[in-house]
């Protein structure tokens, strides 16, 4: 199976290319910038075999994406359109893969219902998945594997800037894991803040949940910038990159396999 799966985010796009189920390589772009997402596609689509029974030389592969902006939607169908392709868009096209105990389903964003079903594809068990992207969610899916909800809260950038908007003198600043625990100047002590908030936040979230379903759950962290905070956060088991990646190709295969069966 030969599949590119985007994942349209707050701030970026990722693509993530797999051939006979293998991946390439997992790349990402400027979200908005429609050249440098066409480039990216067109040079990946090229690399996907043609199908020896198609006549009209039709590239052997799918384009499966998930989608939190409309308007960077809108442009990846066009770019696949002068490919000759269309894409399947999961929540659309593609039915989520998992079960989902929430009050509106439809509104919570696919790429957390992915990236949870991808981590409980591996682990079978109850687990946390928190994503720490343009906003952080932390959401819980139960043993039996279902969607639970979670909690979103905004991410080190959000963070910062709501800090110099509604301050008179305080700085932007650019979270990085900080030396000490506290700061000797307003900037480290403002990127000691957010650090050391969203490390406390995850952990008491996770206790929180723990308490709920009567065990300590298993954790995955994911998202830009898991990177920062993972090393200190012992209490996580997993960290892995592009996670939302991992998801849109599983929902894609759930979706394939299932129609087989129906057959």
Not at 180 to 200: D, H, M, Q, W
Request: charged share 25%.
């Amino acid at each position: 199976m030969n599949i590119i799966a985007v994942d349209i985010g707050n701030t970026n796009i990722d693509v993530g290319f797999f051939l006979k189920d293998e991946e390439q390589f997992i790349k990402s772009v400027p979200g908005g910038v429609e050249s440098k997402l066409a480039d990216l596609l067109n040079s990946t689509w090229q690399k996907i075999p043609v199908a020896k029974s198609s006549k009209e030389q039709k590239r052997d592969g799918v384009i499966v994406a998930s989608s939190v902006r409309a308007a960077w939607t809108k442009q990846l169908r066009q770019i696949a359109g002068n490919l000759g392709e269309k894409i399947y868009l999961i929540g659309e096209n593609i039915p989520l893969p998992m079960d989902m105990w929430v009050d509106e389903p439809e509104k919570v964003g696919t790429d957390r219902v992915i990236s949870a079903a991808a981590a409980y594809a591996v682990v079978e068990e109850a687990v946390v998945v928190a994503d720490f992207g343009t906003a952080v969610t932390i959401d819980l899916v139960s043993e039996r594997g279902i969607f639970l909800g979670g909690v979103i809260c905004p991410g080190f950038d959000a963070s910062a800037r709501a800090l110099k908007k509604d301050t008179a003198q305080l700085p932007l600043v650019k979270v990085a894991r900080p030396e000490n625990p506290f700061g000797r100047s307003t900037t480290e002590a403002i990127k000691c803040g957010l650090y050391y908030s969203a490390v406390g936040t995850l952990e008491e979230v996770i206790r929180r949940y723990a308490e709920n379903i009567g065990k300590w759950p298993q954790t995955v962290i994911t998202g830009s910038a898991a990177k920062i905070i993972k090393d200190d956060c012992p209490f996580i088991d997993s960290y892995v990159p592009h996670l939302v990646v991992k998801g849109i190709v599983l929902a894609y295969r759930k979706y394939i396999e299932a129609k087989a069966e129906a057959l």
